[in-house]
Nanobody, 124 residues
Framework: QVQVAESGGGLVQAGGSLRLSCAAS????????MSWFRQTPGKERVIVAG????????YYADSVKGRFTISRDNAKNMMYLQMNNLRPEDTAVYYC?????????????????WGQGTQVTVSS
């Protein structure tokens, strides 16, 4: 079992950067696929980026490729999302989540563990 909590959100101007962090508890963190999702009011939660348990594979939504970088540090039970060149359309609540299967990385319904979310607001 894994518990996760996000931090690092805030208000930033377009073109700026933010780094989100996800702290996980539990001795099995290194067995899970970890991903970042985001959600805006009235819309479904969608995947932003995912990283396999050993960091060997990553996934990025087309909208963030080349601007966002996902990483993890299994020794510290931490996951990160470096967000550069932010745009107003990146404004959302960002969630970190854990999933046991890389094959299901894009399937929201397969994620068992979720954080409470952190707000990212990008002003134009």
């Amino acid at each position: 079992q894994v518990q996760v909590a996000e931090s690092g959100g805030g208000l930033v101007q377009a073109g700026g950067s933010l780094r989100l962090s996800c702290a996980a508890s539990g001795r099995t963190f290194n067995l899970y696929v970890m991903s970042w999702f985001r959600q805006t009011p009235g819309k479904e939660r969608v995947i932003v980026a995912g990283i396999s348990s050993n960091s060997g594979s990553t996934y990025y939504a087309d909208s963030v490729k080349g601007r966002f970088t996902i990483s993890r540090d299994n020794a510290k039970n931490m996951m990160y999302l470096q967000m550069n060149n932010l745009r107003p359309e990146d404004t959302a609540v960002y969630y970190c989540a854990a999933n046991p299967r890389w094959s299901a990385v894009t399937r929201t319904e397969t994620y068992s563990y979720w954080g409470q979310g952190t707000q990212v607001t990008v002003s134009s």
